[in-house]
């Protein structure tokens, strides 16, 4: 869909296109040294099992999740003024979910045993349902996107059989990111993903990171191209993203709260170190207090409706937002949890060059599969 958008750039699509190119073959060049050297490559240890790839996953789970919020009022409110822009939301949940599988992927030190999960299902294992919602999600919304995608060029009715995978569509988004969330709940050697307002969390930061980003396309794609998917309609997007990010941040607040007025050292320790450190270890508060800061700053232009519908600052807003929940799920969420470890051992994390070049890649293939 993109692809019909942009083609009419010309040359600086051709210029995207082959930056894309470079950034996906130096991540796969860096993959294949993984390949052949193992996990070794990566930061991780023993201790600290999950890095940046599975951070990414967490995260772009969120951003394939909120294709719902402009697919619910569209479909089941009539909401017409979401008409195109559902169409962008569809598709950047299956770049978005095709990134989740490929950082899984990547985070397996044998990509091969990735079938196991399908030679042999554990269906009292919550990994088992995260595949089977994933992939389910990426099926609805291929058939779902590209048939909605040529009806509007068309000019025509989407088929009728298009309409009930629509309605199961709603609640699956839900339960893709919900499942995720239960992954780290249901461990309960990790304190600071003991909660149970995790899957709450997981939404909440899900519902406004992504479509911050969808509206930062929107804008994008308007400026750029003659498809214009509406003032009205990244106005009224503009508002779900204020609402989910003051829910979201309310529930980081719960957790504060509840960690403090308790002061259950267990919990304290994952709190005192991503937001003063440690013994001595403070890898993650300077990605922490970014975060803390970028979120103020974007509920400051969000919550003020001049500065909402400013063009300019809704941009800065949305940018604000998204890497705030970048940061906090992209990066610290899932991090934090290993830090200290069960034994109250701190072996702290650092992502290294081919691991990031790798993760680089991967979202590099994501804006190309946009493109």
């Not at 010309?10 to 993959?31: A, D, N, S, T």
């Not at 249901?186 to 709450?200: D, K, N, Q, S, V």
């Not at 509406?230 to 106005?235: H, N, T």
């Not at 050292?265 to 803390?292: E, I, Q």
Request: charged share 15%; glycine share 6%; hydrophobic share 55%.
């Amino acid at each position: 869909m993109l692809d019909r958008v942009f083609i009419k750039i010309g040359e600086e699509y051709k210029r995207l296109l082959l930056g894309l190119m470079v950034l996906m073959g130096l991540g796969f060049i860096c993959y294949l040294f993984q390949f052949v050297k193992g996990l070794t490559i990566t930061g991780m240890s023993r201790d600290v099992s999950w890095g940046l790839y599975i951070a990414q996953f967490t995260f772009l789970v969120g951003v394939a999740a909120s294709a719902v919020m402009v697919v619910l009022p569209y479909y089941l409110h009539n909401f017409k003024v979401f008409g195109r822009i559902t169409i962008l939301g569809e598709f950047l949940a299956i770049a978005s979910v095709s990134m989740c599988l490929l950082f899984i992927i990547v985070d397996l030190g044998m990509p091969h045993r990735l079938f196991n999960v399908l030679r042999y299902p554990t269906p009292h294992s919550i990994l088992f349902w995260d595949m089977i919602v994933l992939n389910g999600y990426l099926l609805l919304n291929i058939f779902i996107g590209w048939n909605v995608l040529d009806a509007e060029r068309m000019g025509v009715a989407p088929p009728k059989w298009v309409k009930p995978l629509i309605y199961v569509s709603i609640p699956w988004a839900v339960s893709i990111h919900t499942v995720t969330a239960f992954l780290y709940a249901g461990l309960p050697g990790r304190h600071y993903w003991l909660t149970a307002i995790m899957a709450a969390r997981f939404l909440a930061s899900a519902f406004s990171s992504g479509p911050a980003l969808l509206i930062l396309l929107a804008l994008l794609i308007k400026k750029k191209t003659k498809f214009d998917p509406g003032e009205e309609a990244i106005q009224a997007l503009s508002k779900i993203v204020t609402y989910a990010l003051i829910i979201s941040v309310f529930f980081v607040l719960l957790e504060l709260f509840t960690t403090y007025y308790s002061q259950i050292p267990g919990h304290m320790d994952h709190f005192n170190y991503v937001l003063f450190g440690l013994h001595g270890h403070a890898k993650l508060v300077p990605w922490t207090w970014l975060s803390n800061i970028l979120a103020v700053v974007a509920l400051v232009l969000l919550i003020n409706p001049k500065t909402r519908k400013q063009e300019k600052t809704l941009k800065l807003a949305c940018f604000a937002t998204f890497f705030s929940l970048w940061i906090e799920k992209g990066i610290t969420l899932v991090i934090a949890g290993f830090i200290p470890n069960p034994f109250e051992t701190i072996t702290e994390y650092m992502p290294t060059i081919p691991e990031v070049f790798i993760t680089i890649g991967v979202w590099a293939i994501k804006e190309e599969i946009g493109a």
